[in-house]
């Protein structure tokens, strides 16, 4: 049977794990030996007990959990060729030429490059002696399908990542908690969720837990809007509500570009509406815990159905991401969806949001 690798890389997200079962398991179906490379890339460049062939049972019980149990890494030697060809090597020891990559367009685009880069990367081993001319051509394709991990739902080409759900499910528990307390006290509720290039969390939270106000990257708030959102929050009061909640992403902006900041915002309703403001940062909290059932099915779907991807691979295939289409799971061209998402970023850095806009499309 075929060899497999899988790894998560980048930041994690919670139905990682579940991903990471489905690879296992769907790959013992099918008579593949599937590995575990342990801390992501740098698992691969280090080779040694980070790269460990996966049991039925030590998958067993992980999809529950959050985070992801196999490490996750940021790793500066993988971004050299050196770095790279040592992974080359300790992949091939193991005879894995097939690669199911769960991470952001980071950990893809590097995938990409290694796939790209494979051939060469194999000469120079023979020709430096450490691989034989045998094992060369035996390994002489290296197939890889990436699955996107991310809360964020940043990433173009699927309609959902893996673990955004999850965080969507926590911020709103958060918002609900606060709601409480803030209308006990009469208070407003300031709070900052993750999202630098991507107001996704923030603005479909804000909609599932009535919000006051939203501030998103994509849509920095026309001159004036102090006073709009002062006359809203009165509004509110003054129809018997008793709190008010206001959401802001991490990367909102004015439209001058300077950042919509918590701190910021309070000092407006404080001075203007002397209403009693508290901010609250939910941080990493949005990342961790528990993976809603959604999340767990979307990484057991993804990641099946990566290991299928893997077993129709031909040489002339280019490597594909898994993502979720309306109810479908479909593969989609790796590299285009890469670099949409990476244009959409430097949109959002150009502060041209109608090209983000455009660019990031349906999904
Ligand atoms: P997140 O969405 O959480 O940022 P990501 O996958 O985009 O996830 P990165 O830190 O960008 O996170 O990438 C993870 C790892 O992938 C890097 O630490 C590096 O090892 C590898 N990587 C990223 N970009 C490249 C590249 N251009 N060439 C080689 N390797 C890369």
């Known amino acids: 049977g075929k060899a497999i690798g899988v790894f998560t890389s980048g930041g994690d997200s919670p139905g990682m794990n579940s991903a990471v079962r489905a690879v296992v398991r769907m790959g013992y179906f099918l008579g593949c030996h599937v590995y575990y490379i342990k801390e992501g890339y740098q698992g691969m460049v280090d080779g040694g007990d980070h790269i460990i ?69 194999l000469d120079e081993l023979v020709k430096q002696g450490k691989i034989t001319m045998d094992k060369r051509i035996r390994c002489s394709h290296l197939n890889i399908v990436g699955l996107v991990g991310s809360i964020d739902n940043d990433f ?48 479909v939270a804000g909609l599932a837990s009535e919000a006051d106000w939203i501030f998103i990257p994509e849509w920095p708030p026309e001159a004036g809007w102090e006073d709009v959102m002062c006359r809203k929050l009165e509004t509110e009061r003054s129809l018997g509500q008793r709190l008010n909640i206001l959401l802001i992403a991490e990367g909102a902006i004015d439209r001058q570009g300077r950042a919509i900041t918590p701190d910021m915002i309070k000092e407006i309703i404080t001075t203007r509406l002397k209403y009693d403001t508290r901010v609250t940062i939910l941080g990493h909290v949005q990342r961790g815990g528990s993976p809603s059932a959604f999340d767990r099915l979307l990484g057991a779907r993804m990641g099946a159905e990566a290991v299928l991807a893997l077993m129709d691979a031909t040489p002339n295939t280019p490597a594909c991401v898994v993502s979720l289409d309306g109810n479908q799971t479909v593969r989609v061209p790796l590299m285009q969806c890469v670099e949409r998402t990476q244009n959409v970023k430097s949109a959002m850095d150009k502060k041209d949001f109608e090209e983000a806009v455009r660019l990031r499309g349906k999904s």
């Open 53 to 121: 062939e996966a049991t039925w049972a030590s998958s067993s019980g992980i999809m529950q959990l959050g985070g992801t149990v196999i490490g996750s890494a940021r790793c500066k030697d993988f971004r050299e060729r050196e770095g790279r060809l040592q992974a080359a090597h300790n992949l091939v020891d193991n005879n894995i030429t097939n690669l199911v990559v769960i991470g952001g367009d980071g950990s893809l685009t590097g995938a990409n490059l290694f796939r790209v880069e494979w051939s060469s990367l």
């Open 156 to 203: 173009c080409g699927t309609d959902m990542t893996i673990g955004t759900d999850t965080a969507l499910h926590r911020i709103i528990e958060s918002v609900d908690a606060i709601s409480t307390t803030a209308s006990s006290h009469q208070r407003c509720f300031i709070m900052e969720v993750m999202g630098r290039h991507c107001g996704y969390l923030a603005l």
